[in-house]
Every structure is written in C-alpha cells, then in structure tokens.
C-alpha cells in the first residue's frame, strides 16, 4: 500500500535550519508530484511547497528564498531544506502526493526565538 513516512524534524532556535526527509513507497514516485503541508495548532493546513515528477518547484510566499524542496527518485524520497527558520513555521510538517488526500503520518518541527 501507499507509505509516506516523513523524519527530520526537532526543536531548533530562530536562524537555524533543519532538512526533512519522506521515504516512498507503494506507488510510482518518480511519475507523482508531491508537496510539503504545514499545520500549526489552531490555524488551518497550509501547502509550503511543491514540485512535479520533472522537478518543477513551487513554494508558498511565507518561505520562499528559505525552504528548498528536491526530490531524488532513486531513492524515492522528497526532501524539504528549511533555512533561516522563523518561530512562525513551527508546525506538523507532512509529505504528501499532490493534489491528493494522501499523505504521512507527519514530523513536528519546532523553532525557539
């Protein structure tokens, strides 16, 4: 069956960076375009970037020029690089088939001011 298991997230202090990761598996990964969702307590899910099977990438105002999104479809994985984090992106951050209601199980990333 279809498994999105995202890791990488953690407490880190405002200006710091942390690189999510989501593993693959149970569909074809290298024809799927996928996105990173946010969550944050009490606000309403956010799409934060996404990118198509040929690499294209898009990304929501609040992080571009800070969040990188990449794929590498060897390995079947997705990737989110967050630099110069704010508190503001603390959040559950999920990995997720594009424009689907599929998605993992989710990674808490925390920033500190």
């Known amino acids: 069956q279809v498994q999105l298991v995202e890791s990488g997230g953690g407490l880190v202090q405002a200006g710091g960076s942390l690189k999510l990761s989501c593993a693959a598996s149970g569909f074809i990964f290298s024809t799927a375009a996928m996105a990173w969702y946010r969550q944050a307590p009490g606000k309403q899910r956010e799409l934060v970037a996404s990118?198509?099977?040929?690499?294209?990438?898009n990304y929501a105002d609040s992080v571009k020029g800070r969040f990188t999104i990449s794929r590498d479809d060897v390995l079947k994985r997705l990737y989110l690089q967050m630099n110069s984090l704010k508190p503001d992106d603390t959040a559950v951050y999920y990995c997720?088939?594009?424009?689907?209601?599929?998605r993992g199980q989710g990674t808490q990333v925390t920033v500190s001011s």
């Open positions: 990118i198509t099977s040929f690499g294209s990438a």
């Open positions: 997720a088939i594009a424009r689907s209601s599929t």
